[in-house]
């Protein structure tokens, strides 16, 4: 075998490896959320339930509030992708497309906040939240994740390699900068704006430790915290409830990507490239 033939065998086997343990506790959780709690442990190395059942479904959906915490996720996470898919179009399409004093220094100031985890803020985030009297409200969920560097720098990135003559036209026809942004160049980057209302949206729907800090009321539980909660608390050792709980957590956020996956991709790869 050449060596080039044994480079690509082992690059197969690794990005099976990766797939295999990605994919693997999403089968054992999703197979024993559908096992009674009489037979979860029978074979625990066999998901595949023998005898399939929705009660550890009707269980979690009668023993907690999960109808009220679905409907607070998608509030959460639709208003973070909303604000700051408002926030990274303009900003991007200045950085961009805009000549003015200071820009590179500008942009090079939101690159410099890429590597800074959100948890870093957690602290002053809260003393703002709480001072402004926002905790266990959806505004204080939503409002201190509205803007991403992120966001801007691959919305920047697309925007950079818009024909500049398609730009020149539009202003020699009296098309204002907001016209521009909104009815040349936003439409041939549509791809690009639905992937990062994607990638933000599931990032935002899997938050547990934010959420938990501002919302302690029950009544504006996510799913990730209810979930937790459940599982510590009335899911006890149920592990079927629990993985049933786990399942309804998870299933909106896998949807979301599985229905784009493809434009996902190769926007980021494209977003790497460009610029």
Do not use: C
């Not at 920047?156 to 003559?165: C, G, I, L």
């Not at 409830?241 to 949807?255: D, G, K, S």
């Amino acid at each position: 075998m050449s060596g080039s033939s044994l480079r690509r065998v082992l690059s197969h086997v690794i990005l099976a490896l990766v797939v295999l343990t990605s994919l693997v506790p999403l089968i054992w959780m999703l197979g024993l959320s559908f096992k009674s709690s009489q037979t979860v442990f029978a074979n625990p190395l066999n998901p595949i339930p023998a005898s399939p059942t929705l009660g550890n479904y009707l269980e979690v959906v009668s023993r907690t509030n999960i109808a009220r915490q679905f409907f607070n996720s998608v509030i959460f996470a639709s208003g973070v992708t909303l604000g700051q898919i408002l926030i990274a179009i303009p900003a991007a399409y200045a950085l961009g497309r805009m000549s003015f004093r200071g820009v590179n220094v500008l942009f090079a100031a939101f690159l410099l906040t890429l590597p800074v985890p959100f948890v870093v803020f957690y602290v002053p985030n809260y003393i703002l939240v709480s001072s402004l009297g926002l905790l266990d409200t959806f505004p204080g969920l939503i409002l201190p994740q509205v803007a991403s560097a992120y966001g801007i720098f691959l919305l920047r990135q697309h925007f950079k390699a818009f024909p500049q003559s398609v730009i020149d036209a539009a202003r020699v026809d009296g098309a204002s900068e907001w016209s521009i942004i909104w009815r040349v160049v936003l439409p041939a980057n549509r791809a690009a704006v639905a992937a990062l209302a994607v990638f933000v949206f599931i990032t935002t729907w899997n938050e547990y430790v934010w959420p938990l800090l501002v919302a302690r009321d029950p009544k504006m539980y996510i799913m990730t915290v209810g979930v937790t909660q459940f599982a510590s608390g009335e899911g006890g050792t149920q592990w079927g409830n629990i993985m049933a709980a786990a399942t309804l957590a998870t299933l909106p956020a896998l949807v979301a990507y599985l229905s784009i996956r493809k434009q996902i991709l190769s926007v980021l790869l494209e977003g790497a490239v460009k610029g």
